[in-house]
């Protein structure tokens, strides 16, 4: 008897609703098994994102629904993109994605590497962060998220953001039409040893704010 002759078919030739499906299951980041040892998170999703247009706008929601920015070098290339999509809201690029809507987690800080501190704003050299255009940009993204995790030493970060959105004529609400909060975040953990940098935060008016609007604070 014959083995049965194995069924192939081309990719190309899936319906374009499935095809989409298919990009975005494996846009997923594996978190459940991440390892300090395993390849970027990130990685399958960034390579479709060069697939097309088409294919880019599917997976980015997959891609940004939660953020992991775990070390300064992961902040500072997200910064760079946010920039990047200010230059193309200028330029009225068809590559215009909004950030702010799609993601709904974000962890900042709170890296298992040893990282050097130099100095007291953040762990790595980077005062292009502390310039209020960057602020900007993060701040939408950051307090558009529902759920924050953030190290203790980053609070300064948290608190610009919420400087900025208390002092901003700007809208950054993101979808929450029922609050008057310049912020969405219900869920907050702060991650690793204490800071003196809490003390600062939870005495300013904006994070004292921030914190009586927490329903679920994690230490």
């Known amino acids: 008897m014959q083995p049965p002759t194995p069924i192939s078919f081309r990719f190309n030739d899936l ?36 697939v097309s247009k088409i294919v880019r706008r599917a997976v980015l929601p997959e891609l940004l629904y939660t953020v992991l920015l775990s070390t300064p070098r992961h902040l500072l290339a997200f910064v760079r993109a946010l920039r990047m999509q200010r230059t193309y809201i200028d330029q009225q690029h068809n590559l215009i994605f909004d950030y702010a809507s799609c993601v709904h987690r974000m962890s900042i800080g709170g890296s298992r590497w040893p990282v050097r501190i130099p100095g007291p704003y ?8 502390e310039c209020e255009f960057d602020i900007s940009l993060l701040a939408p993204v ?23 959105a208390c002092n901003s004529d700007v809208d950054l609400n993101v979808d929450h039409k029922n609050s008057l909060l310049p912020w969405s975040m219900r869920s907050l953990t702060l991650l690793g040893s204490f800071s ?18 927490i329903q679920h604070l994690t230490l």
């Open 122 to 129: 953040f762990p790595l050299p980077m005062p292009e962060l």
């Open 142 to 164: 950051i307090l558009g998220a529902s759920s924050l995790a953030i190290s203790f030493q980053d609070l300064n970060l948290l608190s610009k953001c919420l400087k900025h």
């Open 15 to 50: 319906p374009t609703e499935l095809a989409l499906i298919i990009f975005k299951h494996v846009a997923q980041p594996p978190f459940a098994q991440h390892t300090p040892y395993t390849r970027d998170l990130y990685s399958s999703a960034l390579s479709l994102c060069q």
């Open 196 to 213: 003196h940098s809490w003390w600062p935060f939870m005495g300013s008016v904006h994070g004292y704010a921030f914190l009586a609007s």
